[in-house]
């Protein structure tokens, strides 16, 4: 039993290890065989040429990684539960859905890590319910010698610095060549390791997402700064700008995105390749170059959608919450956020360079679902009427489709923050009766 990083072993290893775990398929199921590709700004099946709609839910599982960190530990050994995956995805089966989003995560310790027979089970699962899996990425990576030391294609092109500079915490892992490197051979890692074990699993993954929600810290430099200049790929950013401040962030993440998506490709030519972010008014901000505006104490700054676009990534993923107030309402909200995202402008270059843009996360929320005099009781009637507006909203804009928050786990509960499937199914029908509807 192989119970250690992927960046520490070989692929060899991790073949026996998937090996010794290996299930079989659900009889009478139409299981996934065929991929799914990008062509003329939509996902299409390869073999049929038929549109393809994600369309599901969000699985993770959180669990105490190391000295007290907590965070997505879906495939680590004592978190993955087989016997609820494999009821999970006959679920969605039976529900119509087609598209599974979860989270993998690289921490070293007693438990955080991930284990590739497990992977292999849920893929399987996955393929013989006739299910796709996007697979995204915690922003946290352990430091790994291999990875960091396995050079990436085209890389002596790109800026990349060869220190870590502390004063950049997050910001740093945009630039900093370790980093850069670690995040996409640990991906490049993982797909060489199911083509030895099970080729016929590569179709079942739609896409590898680099990261589950992409961001700039405000608070770390060189952003916290409000003067002079930083230099990168030869030109000199005025940090007093907030235009150029803004087209510092989309330069470095274009070349984040494509350092990592040559890495993919190359590994396999086929695979789909995004990222996550939220929208710039998810978290106070009024949209790219506003920075000195905005009146936050969120530091977070997400990649641009518009910047990502010219990336080498193969479409963009946009998460929209359900929001309301009593002076605001669902569909006001959303007008925000897609605001926020550039969305007209986003719309147009998105066709134009023939990328789909979809909504990774989609949900409501429980807090403004509550009444006095019980604050413990959720009105999940005002629920699904706030999320099938907010779902209708979501589609009518354009988006390429729509994957719930969360389906739920072992851990969750019928109070949840965020309504599990698990526990109210009828989130799940809302969408996927918005989703049927002509357009």
């Given at each position: 039993m192989i119970r250690m990083a992927l960046g520490s072993?070989?692929?060899g290893m991790l073949i026996a290890a998937a090996c010794m775990a290996a299930v079989g398929q659900?009889?009478?199921a139409d299981p996934v065989t065929s991929r799914i590709a990008v062509r003329d700004g939509a996902f299409v099946d390869v073999e049929t040429n038929a549109p393809f709609t994600p369309l599901g839910v969000n699985y993770f599982r959180v669990g105490e990684l190391q000295e007290g960190k907590k965070g997505h530990a879906t495939f680590c050994p004592g978190l993955y539960d087989r016997g609820f995956v494999e009821t999970m995805m006959a679920q969605l089966q039976t529900w119509g859905f087609n598209t599974v989003r979860t989270f993998h995560v690289y921490h070293v310790g007693e438990t955080g890590i991930l284990y590739l027979a497990n992977v292999v089970h849920f893929l399987q699962q996955a393929r013989a319910h006739g299910v796709r899996v996007i697979f995204s990425w915690d922003i946290w990576m352990p430091p790994s010698d291999w990875w960091s030391s396995r050079e990436l294609p085209g890389e002596e092109g790109?800026?990349?610095r060869p220190e870590w500079d502390p004063e950049m915490g997050?910001?740093?892992?945009?630039?900093?060549?370790?980093?850069?490197r670690t995040r996409a051979n640990a991906i490049v890692s993982l797909i060489e390791a199911l083509q030895a074990t099970d080729p016929g699993l590569l179709p079942v993954v739609l896409a590898w997402e680099l990261e589950n929600e992409v961001y700039f810290s405000a608070k770390k430099a060189p952003l916290s700064a409000r003067e002079g200049t930083f230099t990168f790929a030869g030109r000199e950013y005025a940090l007093s700008s907030d235009a150029e401040a803004q087209d510092l962030m989309d330069d470095v993440i274009v070349q984040w995105a494509d350092c990592c998506a040559d890495a993919i490709h190359e590994a396999d030519p086929e695979a789909l390749v995004s990222t996550g972010v939220?929208?710039?008014?998810?978290?106070g901000r009024g949209g790219p170059g506003t920075r000195s505006q905005d009146e936050t104490g969120d530091g977070r700054i997400p990649a641009r959608p518009l910047a990502l676009l010219r990336s080498k990534l193969d479409y963009i993923d946009i998460h929209l919450y359900a929001w309301r107030k009593e002076?605001?309402?669902?569909t006001q909200f959303l007008e925000r956020d897609l605001k926020s995202v550039e969305w007209e402008t986003l719309q147009a270059a998105a066709q134009e360079a023939g990328k789909p843009v979809m909504c990774?996360?989609?949900g409501v929320f429980a807090n403004y679902l509550r009444r006095p005099p019980n604050w413990k009781l959720i009105d999940h009637d005002l629920g699904l009427k706030c999320f099938r507006e907010h779902a209708t909203g979501v589609r009518s804009h354009g988006l390429a489709g729509a994957l719930y928050w969360p389906y739920g786990n072992p851990d969750s509960t019928p109070g949840d923050e965020n309504p599990p499937l698990l526990h109210h199914p009828d989130?799940?029908?809302v969408l996927r009766e918005v989703w049927s509807q002509p357009r």
């Open positions: 072993v070989t692929t659900t009889a009478g790109c800026d990349l997050i910001n740093a892992f945009r630039l900093h060549r370790g980093s850069v939220f929208s710039f008014a998810a978290v002076d605001r309402s669902v990774g996360e989609c989130y799940g029908r």
